[in-house]
């Protein structure tokens, strides 16, 4: 399984990014950690009520804003064994099958345990 995580502080990035996740894959389980950083309560709310195989977790970043602190927090919440896969608000996946592809690359990755 993996374990996606993003340091956010922008509704509209991580909307996109939030969408493109959601490409049609055939019933993928996996996680998704937000480390939040300024995000508005509706689209926190939005985004932990979503049905489906995925939902976001939020957790909140203190200020000043330090990128690996905010990934490390989100990290702490992942489940024990997942493949981690930190990806930046701004980006997009651009393919139905990201979750295969991103697998397979992580997988082939030295371990670090």
Excluded: H, K
């Amino acid at each position: 399984m993996i374990g996606v995580v993003i340091a956010s502080r922008t509704d509209e990035y991580l909307e996109g990014l939030l969408r493109s996740l959601d490409l049609p894959e055939p019933s993928r389980s996996w996680q998704c950690v937000v480390a939040d950083n300024g995000l508005s309560a509706e689209f926190r709310e939005r985004w932990q009520r979503r049905l489906g195989p995925w939902s976001c977790q939020f957790t909140q970043t203190p200020q000043p804003f330090c990128f690996a602190g905010a990934i490390n927090r989100a990290v702490a919440l992942l489940s024990d064994g997942v493949d981690i896969l930190i990806l930046n608000d701004d980006a997009t996946m651009v393919s139905d099958l990201w979750y295969m592809r991103a697998l397979r690359l992580l997988r082939r990755a030295p371990s670090c345990r």
